[in-house]
Nanobody, 122 residues
Framework: QVQVAESGGGLVEAGGSLRLSCTGS????????MGWFRQAPGKGREFVAA????????SYADSAKGRFTISRDNSKNTVYLQMNRLKPEDTAVYYC???????????????WGQGTQVTVSS
């Protein structure tokens, strides 16, 4: 059974930075793509970023390009989301997910984490 767990959320002022972490376990997790999604209050869950199993390919939502960076350390089974120049509209629950790169980018990953809250104050 694959499990992923997020950490690193919190409260930050607009313009600040946060780094989210997601650690996976089970079923050779390092061979799978991983990604981040978010869900703001009253809105649907949306794709943020994804990274291939070896880090060679990355994909970002337009809202994340130039501000967020996804990376991974397979020796630690961990993926990171570095978020810079945060805006109040980035406030959401951020979810980690894993699957093939196609399923992650398409929003249908195989496994989800429980989510971590990110709040950006204005």
């Amino acid at each position: 059974q694959v499990q992923v767990a997020e950490s690193g959320g919190g409260l930050v002022e607009a313009g600040g930075s946060l780094r989210l972490s997601c650690t996976g376990s089970g079923r050779m997790i390092s061979l799978y793509a991983m990604g981040w999604f978010r869900q703001a209050p009253g809105k649907g869950r949306e794709f943020v970023a994804a990274i291939a199993w070896n880090g060679a390919d990355t994909s970002y939502a337009d809202s994340a390009k130039g501000r967020f960076t996804i990376s991974r350390d397979n020796s630690k089974n961990t993926v990171y989301l570095q978020m810079n120049r945060l805006k109040p509209e980035d406030t959401a629950v951020y979810y980690c997910a894993t699957g093939t790169l196609r399923t992650v980018v398409s929003g249908t990953p195989d496994y989800w984490g429980q989510g971590t809250q990110v709040t950006v104050s204005s």
